[in-house]
């Protein structure tokens, strides 16, 4: 980076309090016997992952652990970089965090700046920078485990660009802004997977329209008793509100009472228990369409040679981009090989639509025979699918195994309906994360243009105005 700004180490910015720059502490030194239900956050590398530090899936320590590790404690605006392991991450801990206090885990480093020198998410964006990343990285080993030597040091002697502390708000105020723009829509496609999902453990596995209607008809309900217990089900909703519905919306109503209308108000017995009557026994590979034979891998050198905008993906993540494709459609991809299991035994899984090109580590897949292609995700987000993988050393989920998988089919009517149900939820998080990519693209671009001073941020904030 050619900056037109003179640069600083990172030492010369941190705070003058004692362990300013600090490491995690040794695992010895944290017992499993010091974690609890709730307390001071352990800050790990899968909490860096995202823009800021994602706050979920934390382990947590006592209060009093928690300051026996005080040299490792981290607070707002603290910036968390992974020195071993998977080196690179970068975070910084928002000013909106959950937590007040957090512990860095014994992978981890924590950076906290002198804010009258310097605005910390200023060198956050620096360190996430193509050339901060290579800085940062100059002394990494990749020998056994990838860590970086040395890691303070190594950290607190980083060069930095270091503008006025005004033309540095004003570059956060930018960058910042559209990450917060991104992370919200993130949150918002959570929501509505998560949505999504409870819908279908409604519907599909804990049966509660059809529990609702045994339980009204042994109740002595009338007919319309009956569904009105469905339709609470499927809803959430109490009579009264209900009843307001009707009196509001009756279209909506009348949508909802027929969707009740269609749910069995008996069980009957299957080889998988208890299942809702006149619904079938079926397996993923009749409700799946599998277009594996159109994968072509590319080596590494190929994909170089064919450089573009198009993701290519892998078992569980895209891995590079290509000017060509060979998908253009909604698939969902699941890991066949190498990386197939998660922790819960639940597989890699990958929803995608557009233009792509797929290799032959992930099988592609589309519903089938009235199941759609996101029922069809949210039925293997609910799977264990331990008993389906094969292989000791590299794991692998092969077709027939896959097709085998116990599908419970409540029909092509019910089907129809919980894809009328989720589909705006799908169609709203594909068109949010085109828009998140295009803020990340833009974002890419900006960065290190105004941390170099490329481009001035006046030039922005006039454009803009």
């Not at 030194?29 to 001071?40: A, L, M, P, Q, S």
């Not at 045994?214 to 959430?236: L, N």
């Not at 009264?240 to 069980?267: G, N, V």
């Not at 597989?347 to 199941?371: E, T």
């Amino acid at each position: 980076m050619d900056s037109n700004w003179p640069e600083v180490s990172i030492d010369e910015l941190k705070a003058s309090s004692k362990n300013a720059i600090a490491m995690g502490p040794f695992g010895s030194r944290i017992k499993v016997e010091n974690f609890v239900e709730d307390g001071v956050p352990v800050i790990k590398g899968g909490n860096l992952t995202g823009d800021f530090i994602v706050e979920d899936k934390f382990d947590f320590l006592t209060e009093e652990k928690a300051d026996e590790l005080k040299a490792s404690n981290a607070f707002r605006r603290d910036i968390v970089i992974t020195h071993r392991g998977t080196i690179g991450q970068v975070g910084i801990i928002p000013d909106d965090s959950k937590f007040e206090r957090y512990v860095v885990s014994q992978s981890q480093l924590k950076v906290t700046l002198d804010q009258e020198k310097v605005n910390p998410y200023f060198i956050y964006y620096f360190l996430r920078s193509p050339v901060g990343q290579h800085r940062l990285l100059m002394n990494a080993s990749q020998v056994g485990v990838p860590a970086i030597a040395q890691a303070s040091t190594s950290v607190k002697s980083i060069m930095v660009p270091y503008p006025e502390k005004e033309i540095q708000n004003k570059v956060v105020e930018i960058i910042l802004g559209l990450d917060t723009k991104i992370h919200k829509n993130r949150q918002i496609n959570q929501t509505l997977e998560t949505m999504a999902q409870a819908m279908f453990k409604s519907w599909f596995v804990d049966f509660e329209p059809v529990k609702a209607k045994i339980a009204a008809i042994e109740a002595g309900e009338d007919a319309e008793g009956v569904i009105r217990a469905a339709m609470s089900a499927i809803s959430g909703k109490t009579d009264e509100e209900l009843d307001q519905l009707q009196a509001e919306q009756p279209e909506h109503y009348t949508q909802l009472k027929t969707t009740a209308e269609l749910f069995p108000s008996a069980m009957q017995d299957s080889e998988l228990g208890k299942v809702p009557d006149g619904w079938e026994i079926s397996n993923f590979g009749k409700v799946s369409t599998c277009f594996d034979k159109n994968r072509i891998p590319l080596s590494k050198r190929q994909r170089e040679q064919k450089k573009g905008l198009i993701p290519y993906y892998g078992a569980t993540s895209v891995m590079d981009y290509v000017d060509e494709s060979i998908f253009d459609d909604i698939y969902l991809l699941l890991g066949e090989d190498g990386s197939v299991l998660k922790d819960d035994g639940s597989p890699f899984i990958q929803y995608i639509w557009g233009k792509s090109w797929v290799n032959n580590h992930a099988h592609v897949l589309q519903g089938a025979n009235g199941v759609s292609t996101e029922h069809l995700m949210l039925f293997m987000q609910s799977q264990n699918i331990t008993a389906y993988v094969t292989g000791a050393v590299q794991l692998k989920l092969n077709q027939k195994n896959m097709n085998s998988i116990p599908f419970i089919n409540a029909g092509k009517p019910i089907n129809d309906a919980f894809y009328f149900s989720i589909a705006p939820f799908y169609a709203f998080k594909r068109n949010d994360e085109e828009e998140i990519k295009g803020l990340r693209n833009l974002s890419d671009i900006l960065l290190p243009k105004l941390l170099s001073g490329e481009l001035e941020v006046n030039a922005i904030n006039e454009a803009e105005g």
